[in-house]
């Protein structure tokens, strides 16, 4: 059976939903959020990530044979 990874998360995360998501301090969310090749959506002042894109983001970083 499949689960969808961070099925309970809402769609779009902000910068704490990130953080928690990925069990990293608020700091370490802003630098991946600052980071060239991650998926920020930015609105107005805020940086968010679509939960679609972060999914997507993380299996192209990840270490796969």
């Known amino acids: 059976m499949s689960k969808e990874p961070f099925e ?25 959020l600052n980071q060239p090749d991650f998926p920020t959506l930015r609105i107005g002042g805020r940086k968010l990530v679509m939960k679609q894109d972060l999914i997507e983001w993380l299996r192209q970083h990840t270490n796969q044979p």
Do not use: F, I, K, W
């Open 8 to 32: 309970n998360l809402p769609d779009v995360l902000d910068v704490s939903q990130l953080a928690e998501a990925l069990h990293l301090s608020r700091a370490g969310a802003y630098n991946l």
